[in-house]
Every structure is written in C-alpha cells, then in structure tokens.
C-alpha cells in the first residue's frame, strides 16, 4: 500500500466534517458533520449512517445543483467508484453518490492543475498539494442508499479527481468509541478509491 505522508491538506475538513471530534476540532461544524453537542464542552459521536442521525449527518458539503443541470450517479462499493464518466461537457453539473458496499462512503471532487498522477500529489508538501489542488465539495451515502443531495459545480475544462475519505472499515453499526477507533484508520482512498475524469 503506497504511503501517504502528507495526504492532510486533502483530507478537507477531514473528510468533508464527518471526522470534527477525531480531529480535534472543539466546534464541528453541524452540516455534514458526525458529531452533536450534549453539553458545554462535551460531545457525542454519531454513526452518519446510524438510525438516530440526523438528516444533516450525511448533508451537502459544497454547493447544490443548479436548476435543469444534468446530473451524474457515480457508484460507491469497497474500495472503488464505478460509473465514472471519462470526459464531461464544461458548465453546470451534478453528482450524487450511491452506496452499493457494507461501508458508508463519500464523494470527494477536486480539480487537479497539475499533470502528475493522483496518488504523486498526496505524497507532496502541503504548499504544494494546495498549489496542485482546489477542493470542490462532496456528499456521502449510506449503505444501500443515495446521498440525499447532488453535489453542484459549474464544471471548467480540465482534470478532476474523486476521492473517499472514509476511513476503512467504517461501517453503520459503529457507534461510539468502536467508530472513534475506526476513524483512525488509513483512508479508502489508501486502497484504490480514487477516479478521475476529464472536463471538454
């Protein structure tokens, strides 16, 4: 498994919020965030994909969809995207994420300025990473399910990637110090969950 040293600045809001008590942060942000406030200065970590989650476990992170644009369904399983385009039209465009494997997974979009390969970047200085990168947005999906909204972007010519961020071995029925414990785990992205396509 290639290593991945200085893969944070990547890590976006470590994995678009859902990770805000693993690392460290004392006020997670509530959209798309796992994380709820049980009393000053204590929280509590909430499975995105448990039952007693609220809709905004799994929300939007980025901008939603613009009126008429088309929208793309892009497959998530373990440790894969399937159905990812090759070229897209520049303009308006969506994506949503289904979940088809046993973890919960996201769709993180990011364009790449830069002609050297993903999995090259990830291993660069965070200056350079930044240099190299401009993260998009992205949604997540439970198991079985779609992400309840299509993540948005007005598409430019040129090169993006999808990442999941999802630590291995997340499943639903993690719950507390279990999901804490999985949090620590190597991204999916560590075990090939990476696409990309190209923007006409």
Do not use: W
Request: charged share 25%.
């Amino acid at each position: 498994m290639p290593n991945y040293p200085n893969a944070s600045i990547l890590l976006v809001a470590c994995f678009a919020g859902m990770l805000a008590v693993a690392c460290g942060d004392d006020n997670p942000p509530s959209a798309n965030g796992s994380v709820t406030t049980v009393a000053e200065g204590e929280a509590e970590e909430i499975n995105p994909c448990s039952p007693e989650a609220p809709p905004e476990e799994t929300a939007l992170e980025g901008d939603p969809v613009a009126v008429g644009a088309p929208i793309t369904d892009i497959v998530a399983t373990e440790y894969r995207f399937d159905e990812v385009p090759a070229t897209l039209p520049a303009g308006p465009h969506g994506f949503r994420l289904i979940g088809e494997g046993e973890e919960f997974h996201e769709l993180a979009l990011i364009r790449v300025d830069d002609d050297r390969p993903v999995v090259d970047l990830l291993e660069l200085s965070e200056d350079e990473q930044e240099e190299a990168t401009t993260y998009i947005g992205g949604v997540t999906a439970c198991p079985g399910k779609t992400s309840p909204e299509a993540l948005g972007v007005d598409l430019e010519p040129g090169r993006y990637t999808l990442l999941c961020f999802v630590p291995v071995g997340t499943s639903p029925d993690l719950e507390g110090d279990d999901l804490l414990d999985a949090y620590e785990n190597d991204p999916h992205f560590t075990e090939g969950m990476v696409a990309e396509f190209t923007v006409e």
